[in-house]
């Protein structure tokens, strides 16, 4: 076995063996400080028993025993992802000195050379201090950037949110209820994603870029078309029409503008679509359609024979004032100014601007915008609450308004539920996005374009999934701000002759009340 002779005195002896370092001792009394210093000298030393060290020299004489590895003189080590090279020197203070620092860097280079650094080199190191034992960054890579993901803009659908003037200078709405675009108008876009930038590694190896995900824009194409320009895909609509989305799909659906009346020369209206009426209803026609009803003639109607909207909201400006009883129906909200004499049955919230009078309603709330709105005679019935300025007339018209409660607690339920749905709707909407993007039409199989087309598929459907339960947990979130489980609101005065009804309980109002709140708690009215 071949030995290279580190350190010798009348003490010990340390080498060099193929295997690893030894010491050998031949007598006690070399103090440890000693030993410290000698193998401070030797960086290139590893020590891997300090047992055994320490064992040579207190219990002296010893064989020879190994207690160290030999560590490289230059230590280059590169990161798993190729973007960091270190290096560590296990050299004497004499070899890192100025003095030397031409042969270092030629040791240096050369170690770089033999792991293949080639890339991102700090020679600025090579000027300054060097100590031993200690790492240093000897070279960085470029890292890749990666693109930016697909980011989509669609046409907002304008909430029908009625706005109240009374200085009289305006009519009482300008509610725009239907979305009317015209061909060419701007539906949506899609900047697209971007493939990044490639990075380097310190072994000069090209490093990809993960590519941003694709989003895909789900239109209508006979309504819809899309144009691709400057990294960025538009849609826009093709024809005159009303935007709607449907299972997440935009399009501009049938639209219906009649610019006058509708009368002797339109016939009665039955329409698979939006319909607005420019002028009025003429007094025995009707109206009935699937989505929503816009009635924007500043007169408002007299004796029609009824509007219906089977899947939508219904707005009539100038309100209705028939001699016979007429029928007003959504499916959705109601908005009108005043309504005289009318029969209105409403699946969600009816707003009226001035008045009800001599009218049936049947809704889940019925409001009054006005600071002067007042109910006059007929019948109000809501399930949750109705809130008026007035109930009824200084002359005492009998007029009765019931609200038949909810249940607080099955509503909390199903709020809770909602947002349960919701949010497991989202998860597996991420989830799915996420193998649409991945999707590569180029090099698919016939078991993965199934896979897209079904994950496309259901995209669509979780979208209009979150939409409708976003808008029953707007609506429940309403609902559960009523006092108890049901309230009558007269924020200024309740007339003599009214009878109110809170579920099972009625009860005659025979004196002026002044801006009173009933509301239903556990079975019993209480009152603020």
Known sequence: MGESIIYSDEFLRIFISSDGVYIESYKKGLPMDKLSSILAQHPQIGVTSLSNLRNAVLLAPKEPQKFAELKERIKVEISGNELTATIEFN??????????????????????????VVFGIKKELFTGELLSGKEYVIAEGTPPINGTDATVNMYPLQEAKPEVREDGSVDFYELKLINRVRAGDWLGERI????????????????????????????????????????????????NGAVSYTNGRISVSNHMEIQGDVGLSTGNIKFDGYLTVKGTVWD?????????????????????????????????????????????????????????????????????????????????????????????GGNIKAE???????IGSDYEKKTTVEVTGFNRPEMLQNLDSIFRKISELKSEQQKLKFVVSSFDSKQATPNQRREYNASNDRLYSIRDEIISLEGERKSIAGYLKTHGEGEIIASKKIHPNCTLILGKNSFDVNTL??????????GAVKQI
């Open 192 to 239: 697209e994603p971007t493939e990044g930038f490639l990075g380097q590694s310190v072994k000069g190896n090209v490093i990809k870029p993960e590519k941003g995900r694709q989003i895909p824009l789900d239109y209508d194409r006979n309504s819809v078309q899309e144009i691709y320009d400057n990294k960025k895909t538009t849609l826009y609509s093709r024809i």
């Open 91 to 116: 050299l004497i203070k004499e070899t890192l000195d100025m003095a030397n620092r031409g042969n270092l860097i030629n040791d240096i280079m050369s170690a770089l050379n033999t792991k293949g």
């Open 384 to 390: 949750v609450k109705v809130a008026a300025p007035i």
């Open 513 to 522: 009340l002044h801006a009173a709140t009933f509301f239903l708690q556990d």
């Open 284 to 376: 025995g026609f009707s109206v009935e359609v699937t989505r929503d009803i816009e009635i924007n003639g500043d007169l408002g109607l007299g004796s029609i024979k009824s509007i219906i909207s089977s899947c939508g909201s219904i707005y009539i400006k100038g309100g209705i004032s028939p001699k016979s009883r007429a029928e007003i129906k959504a499916d959705k909200n109601v908005f009108i100014k005043f309504a005289d004499n009318v029969n209105i049955i409403c699946g969600s919230v009816t707003h009226i601007g001035y008045y009800a009078l001599n009218s049936n309603i049947t809704s889940k709330e019925v409001i009054f915008d006005s600071s002067n709105g007042q109910i006059i």
